[in-house]
């Protein structure tokens, strides 16, 4: 007993000594999201993003995907942009990926799409799809992934998904 309390005791007091030395304990910055102009927040996966116009017909959407509870985190965030005109139909359109396979969670994915527009675009949808595992108890098959997927219509309008966090 006495063996295990000397252990504890010496535990405590590396913590304490490596906080006030800033080392492996010190606070880790919580990232700021409301530079974003947009975001989205979805059943797993919440997106910030910003939307700038590089050039007269190119359009660019950087941005960043958090995982900000799933304990398993969910995987191969792929994304499509696409250009539509007044009809809903497509007229441009490009695909990307968020940085890293995994998004764990509480640490941000980046992400960059940049669309060449043809003309006539009146609007961008932005399309996004991942995989997650269900850990869930109740289903035969709560460990095999499923693909979710989530549209984000009209993403760059200057007053649609305004960031509020």
Known sequence: MS???VGLVAVALGAVGCAEDGGSFARQAIPDFSR????????????YWDCVRTEPASLLLEGVGVNRWEPIPPRFLEFTL???DAEGRVLSRTRSAAQGVNLLQGFPAP???????????VRVDLLY?????????????????STMTQQVRDACSSDAHRNRS
Do not use: C, N
């Open 3 to 5: 063996i295990r309390w």
């Open 36 to 47: 974003f102009m947009h975001s989205s927040a979805g059943r797993h996966i919440t997106l």
């Open 82 to 84: 696409s250009g539509v």
């Open 111 to 121: 992400f960059r799409l940049e669309l060449k527009e043809q003309g006539g675009e």
């Open 129 to 145: 799809q991942y995989q997650i595992l269900d850990d869930s108890f109740d289903r035969l098959s709560r460990m095999l992934p």
